[in-house]
């Protein structure tokens, strides 16, 4: 199946710094999507993106799908960011996501 | 979007019982989804809900252990079948529209197996 890796595994910021967030995987794709699990657990959608870019406030995203990544950008950090941070890819019309490892983002005040 | 609730949000089992944990989502879906998260890791695909008929399921879960109900568009059933502490996780429900299409996960189910 397909494989999908993240980088870094651990970033720690403070607060107001920017920073990128990487997602390469193994084959084409037809589906890609960034997420967002805060402390609490809870999962949040934040781009479905499996090419192109997008924008959503101080949260943007890039993907070269003929290039295998995706980029996920945040600027100007705050600590209500912090959590893990997941790509999750898909190559099928099954709809079934393969997640990567994730990014554990801390932003400290 | 959808907004996707389980029952219950945690729960502390005896080894050896089952568990079934309920999935509602607030609009109809076409797919329905089942992960489960141990501590610290990433998201692993027990199965994909078919409404009407026997779920498909991910290489290393059985039916079995993990049997899983869909009756119809907006809900879905998973019940954790003869648990030991190994079965101790998150699980989370899952639903989208067709292959080309946002997915959004409920809050997760917290078990702990004693």
């Known amino acids: 199946g397909i494989q999908v890796e993240q980088s870094p595994p651990d970033l720690i910021l403070q607060e107001g710094a920017n920073s990128t967030l990487r997602c390469n995987f193994s084959d084409s794709v037809n589906n890609l999507q960034w997420f967002h699990q805060n402390p609490w657990g809870q999962l949040i959608n934040l781009f479905y993106?499996?090419?192109g870019t997008k924008q959503n406030g101080r949260l943007s995203a890039t993907t070269v799908a003929t290039e295998r990544y995706s980029l996920l950008y945040i600027s100007s950090s705050q600590t209500t960011d912090s959590g893990v941070y997941f790509c999750a890819v898909s190559n099928t019309n099954a709809g079934k996501s393969t997640f990567g490892d994730g990014t554990t983002l801390t932003v400290k005040p | 979007s959808a907004v996707i609730s389980q029952k219950p949000s945690r729960d502390i089992c005896q080894r050896g019982t089952s568990l079934t944990i309920q999935c509602q989502v607030d609009s109809q879906v076409t797919m329905m989804f089942w992960y489960r998260q141990q501590p610290g890791q990433s998201l692993t695909l027990i199965a994909t809900?078919?409404?009407?008929?026997?779920?498909?399921?991910e290489s290393g879960f059985v039916i079995d252990k993990f049997p899983i109900s869909r009756p119809n568009l907006t809900f879905s059933t998973l019940t954790v079948s003869n648990m030991s502490p190994e079965d101790s996780s998150i699980y989370l429900c899952s639903g989208s529209g067709t292959g080309g299409s946002k997915q959004y996960f409920g809050p997760g189910t917290r078990l702990t197996v004693t």
């Open positions: 993106i499996p090419s």
């Open positions: 809900a078919n409404q009407g008929s026997e779920a498909t399921y």
